[in-house]
Every structure is written in structure tokens, then in C-alpha cells.
């Protein structure tokens, strides 16, 4: 099974400034996609960000953006200008081009000081 | 905007009985998702269904689960006998199933505790 990794189990950016989110895979794969998923205190998960693999030009989503680096295996989530909006736990997410299911890494607790 | 809904919000059973969750997934979306996550935990895949199928299940899904789709709208997992290594938070998830990389939609979660 694919395993995704998320390093960092806590973030924590100042308001206004960037931060950078990181998420390492493990695949034999070649063709797969990549998401970003935010959790905020109510719970439900929330679509941020996709980067289908095959396209090497990274995704961006207004103040998102991923810096996609699939010889590494990497993706990270950069967050512009944080808001405190953006206070959540962010988990990054696998998808096989061969099943359905969703691997996900641990997830990283971001807070956004004011 | 469509969004997924789950009910209950919060399930307390005592171990050893059964359990319903139910999930409305958006309207237009074929493909149905259950995960679980406990509290400390990631977010784990149980089951997709399709078609009135499954379609793929995890080492999880073991035959004390299933799932249905009772009627045009509700979608369900049901529990025969909790264990207390069942408390987690469930979440529902659908996705159009217009391509295979659909993105997934999920819903707020149920958060189950076994007694």
C-alpha cells in the first residue's frame, strides 16, 4: 500500500505571513494524484488542492499552492498572506490512477498567530 | 453549495450492539465513501460502493461491517457488534465518478464511542 508521510505534526505561522507544509509518498506508481485537505475545528474536511501527476506545472488555488516534486516524491502546500481562517489541521492525501481510496498522512496542526 | 451530511453527530452505544450511521452524499454523485479516524490518528479508508456495489474495501472492512444504499438517497454503515476499538469518527464521502480521480467530498463526521 502507498504510505504518505506528513513530518511535521505542528505548524504555526504569524497572520499575514507564508508557510510551507510538508508531505513525502511512497509509490511504484507513475500516474496517481495528490491532494490537500484541510480539517478545521468543525470537523469536516475541505478540499484545498489537487496536483494530478502527470502534469508538471504545480497547482495553485488563490493563496494555495503546491510545489510538486515527483522524482522526490514530494508535496508540499505553501500558504500565502495565512489568515486566521486558516487555522486547521491540513492532511495530504494519495489517490492510485488504479482504485479509489484515499491515503492519507497524519496531518499537520497549523495555527495562525494573529 | 451541496454538501454531504452525516447523522447522528454523536453515536454512544454499549460494545456489543448495533449501529447505524447514515450519510446523504451530494445528489448528482455516484461513487460513496466510508473512513474512519481515530482520535490521534490518520484518516483510514474503509469502503467505496458503486453501482450498488462494493467496489473496493480495506482490511478494515471486515464482515462485522456493511453497507447499503437503502434508497435513492441515504447511504449507510452498519455495525453488527462494536467493540470498543470501534470508537473513531466515521466520515462519508461521495464523488461524481465521472473520472476515476474525482475529488472526494466529505461530509462532518459521526463521532461513535463504544461503551
Known amino acids: 500500500a502507498q504510505t504518505v508521510t506528513q513530518s511535521q505534526p505542528e505548524m504555526s505561522v504569524q497572520e499575514a505571513e507564508t508557510v510551507t507544509l510538508s508531505c513525502t509518498y511512497d509509490?511504484?506508481?507513475?500516474?496517481?494524484?495528490l491532494f490537500w485537505y484541510k480539517q478545521p475545528p468543525s470537523r469536516q474536511m475541505i478540499l484545498v488542492i489537487r496536483?494530478?501527476?502527470?502534469?508538471?506545472q504545480n497547482a495553485t488555488e488563490n493563496r494555495f499552492s503546491v510545489n510538486f516534486q515527483k522524482a522526490a516524491k514530494s508535496f508540499s502546500l505553501k500558504i500565502s498572506d495565512s489568515q486566521l481562517g486558516d487555522a486547521a489541521m491540513y492532511f495530504c492525501?494519495?489517490?492510485?490512477?488504479?482504485?479509489?481510496?484515499?491515503?492519507f498522512g497524519t496531518g499537520t496542526s497549523l495555527t495562525v498567530i494573529p | 453549495e451541496p454538501e454531504v451530511t452525516q447523522t447522528p453527530s454523536h453515536q454512544v452505544t454499549q460494545m456489543g450492539q448495533e449501529v447505524i450511521l447514515r450519510c446523504v452524499p451530494i445528489?448528482?454523485?455516484?461513487?460513496f465513501y466510508w473512513y474512519r479516524q481515530i482520535l490521534g490518528q490518520k484518516v483510514e479508508f474503509l469502503v467505496s460502493?458503486?453501482?450498488?456495489?462494493?467496489?473496493?474495501k480495506s482490511e478494515i472492512f471486515d464482515d462485522q461491517f456493511s453497507v447499503e444504499r437503502p434508497d435513492g438517497s441515504n447511504f449507510t454503515l452498519k455495525i453488527r457488534s462494536t467493540k470498543l476499538e470501534d470508537s473513531a469518527m466515521y466520515f462519508c464521502?461521495?464523488?461524481?465518478?465521472?473520472?476515476?480521480?474525482?475529488?472526494?467530498?466529505f461530509g462532518p463526521g459521526t463521532r461513535l464511542t463504544v461503551l
Open positions: 460502493f458503486y453501482n450498488n456495489e462494493i467496489s473496493e
Open positions: 496536483q494530478e501527476a502527470y502534469k508538471q
Open positions: 464521502a461521495s464523488s461524481e465518478g465521472l473520472t476515476r480521480a474525482d475529488t472526494q467530498y
Open positions: 445528489s448528482n454523485h455516484l461513487y
Open positions: 509509490t511504484s506508481e507513475s500516474d496517481y494524484y
Open positions: 492525501a494519495y489517490l492510485s490512477n488504479t482504485g479509489n481510496q484515499f491515503y
